[in-house]
C-alpha cells in the first residue's frame, strides 16, 4: 500500500477571491487507525498561495507548492512524524505559516496601518522563504535560530540590506514569536529570535536646516511651489509629523478660538489625543487661510490644492520636495523634516522654556526633548569658557 497518493492541486476555477490550495493523502500509521475507519489522511496546503491577489502568480505559487510537496513526499517526508499527530490532533494551527497568518490578523486589528505594513511585508518574506526552503511544514516550536539567521543573512547579501534592514526583519520575527508567548499556551516556549545579534546601526541624528539653506529653502518654495511652501510653514509651527499627522489634518481640528489643534489618537504617534499650542505667527497664517469657508471634516492638505474631502496621498510632499533638493543642491541629509529640527533649534536660541517646547514636540519627558536636541548638536546646561593657548 503507497504511503501517499492524489497530490492535487485547486484553483477555484481561476477565481483569487477564493481560497486556492494543494492537497494529498498519506497513509496513517496503524497505531492512529480505528477499527473499521478510514487508511488514508487528507492534508491541505494553502500556505504562501492566498496572499498573492495576482492570478499569474498565484498560479506560478500553486505549482511551485505542488512541487515542492511532491518532491517532500518522494524524499520520505512524513507529516505525521514531522507534526507529531498522535501528540497533538490539532497541528494545523501550530504551523508556523499558519501563526504568522494568525498574528497578522491580531496586528492588522491593532496597530495603525502604517505600522502594520512593514510588518506583514517582512512576515509575508519569511513565510516565502520557508517555503523555498521547503521548511514551511515546522511548527512554529520546530523554527530554530538557525533557520532566522540564515533567513536574515540570506536576503542581506542578495538584496544588500543594510544593518538597519536586517534588524528590522528580525524584529519583526522576533515580535511575532512573542506575542505566542505572552499570549498562547502551548505554541512556543522560548523565543529563538531573542538570541540573534542585532547589527550595528550608525545614528545620524536629526539634521535641521542652518539659517542660509533655511531662508534660501523658504524664498525658492514661495516662488516656485506655494502649497509645498504652505506645507512646511505648518510643518514648522505645528512640528508635526508630515504624513502620518498633518497631511490628515482636518480643518475641524483646529480650534482657533483656544488657540489649539488636536491631533485625534488615530494619527498620533502615542495612539492618544494630543493638542498642539498656535502662536500668534501661526494664527497670522491660519486666519488668512478663511477655513471657516469650509466643512470641519475636510482636510486642510487636500488633492485640490485648497481644503477639500481627499486628502493628499502619502509622500505627495516628500516627492515635490526632492526637485526643490535638487535644485537648491540639498545633498546633506534634509528633509521635510527638517522644517521640525529647525524650529526647535529657533525656539532654543530665542530662549524659550523647555516646558513649552515640550508642548510644542509633545515629547513625553523633558529627558527625552533634551536627547531630541542633543542630536542635533544642542548642548544645554552651563555656558563654558575655556580657556585655550594659541599654537
Not at 343 to 356: A, P, S, T
Request: glycine share 4%; with cysteine; charged share 30%.
Amino acid at each position: 500500500m503507497p504511503s501517499y497518493k492524489l497530490i492535487k492541486s485547486y484553483d477555484a476555477g481561476g477565481d483569487i477571491t477564493k481560497e486556492w490550495f494543494v492537497h494529498y493523502h498519506f497513509l496513517i500509521p496503524k497505531e492512529l487507525q480505528k477499527p473499521n475507519g478510514k487508511k488514508y489522511e487528507r492534508f491541505k496546503v494553502y500556505n504562501t498561495i492566498n496572499s498573492i491577489h495576482n492570478k499569474k502568480e498565484r498560479l506560478q505559487q500553486l505549482r511551485f507548492v505542488k512541487d515542492s510537496i511532491k518532491e517532500l513526499l518522494e524524499a520520505g517526508f512524513n507529516p505525521f512524524q514531522e507534526f507529531s499527530y498522535a501528540d497533538n490532533s490539532q497541528h494545523e494551527k501550530y504551523n508556523i505559516c499558519n501563526c504568522i497568518d494568525e498574528y497578522l490578523i491580531f496586528a492588522k486589528a491593532s496597530l495603525k496601518k502604517n505600522t502594520y505594513k512593514p510588518y506583514e511585508d517582512r512576515l509575508n518574506l519569511f513565510k516565502r522563504y520557508l517555503t523555498e526552503q521547503a521548511i514551511d511544514y515546522k511548527r512554529i516550536d520546530q523554527v530554530t535560530k538557525d533557520n532566522i539567521f540564515e533567513f536574515v543573512t540570506t536576503f542581506k547579501t542578495n538584496r544588500k540590506w543594510s544593518n538597519k534592514t536586517y534588524n528590522h526583519y528580525l524584529q519583526a520575527i522576533h515580535t511575532m514569536l512573542q506575542f505566542f508567548l505572552d499570549n498562547k499556551d502551548g505554541y512556543v516556549k522560548e523565543n529563538v529570535c531573542s538570541k540573534i545579534k542585532r547589527l550595528g546601526v550608525q545614528k545620524k541624528g536629526n539634521l535641521p536646516f542652518n539659517n542660509v539653506l533655511f531662508k534660501k529653502t523658504l524664498d525658492y518654495l514661495k516662488e516656485n511651489n506655494p502649497n509645498l511652501y504652505q506645507f512646511s510653514r505648518f510643518i514648522y509651527y505645528s512640528c508635526m509629523r508630515p504624513d502620518a499627522e498633518l497631511r490628515l489634518l482636518r480643518v475641524g481640528d483646529i480650534d482657533l478660538h483656544r488657540r489649539l489643534i488636536q491631533v485625534p489618537s488615530e494619527n498620533s504617534k502615542r495612539n492618544k489625543t494630543q493638542y498642539i499650542p498656535i502662536d500668534d505667527e501661526f494664527l497670522n497664517i491660519l486666519l488668512r487661510m478663511n477655513l471657516d469657508r469650509f466643512s470641519k471634516y475636510d482636510y486642510v492638505f487636500s488633492i485640490v490644492g485648497t481644503p477639500g474631502e481627499k486628502p493628499v496621498y502619502e509622500s505627495y510632499f516628500r516627492k515635490q520636495f526632492i526637485p526643490v533638493k535638487k535644485a537648491l543642491d540639498i545633498n546633506n541629509g534634509e528633509t521635510l523634516y527638517s522644517f521640525k529640527h529647525t524650529r526647535c533649534i529657533h525656539l532654543v536660541e530665542d530662549g524659550e522654556k523647555l516646558h513649552n517646547i515640550i508642548k510644542l514636540t509633545r515629547h513625553k519627558t523633558l529627558a527625552e526633548l533634551m536627547d531630541y536636541l542633543k542630536d542635533m548638536g544642542v548642548i544645554l546646561g552651563d555656558e563654558v569658557r575655556l580657556k585655550s593657548r594659541s599654537i
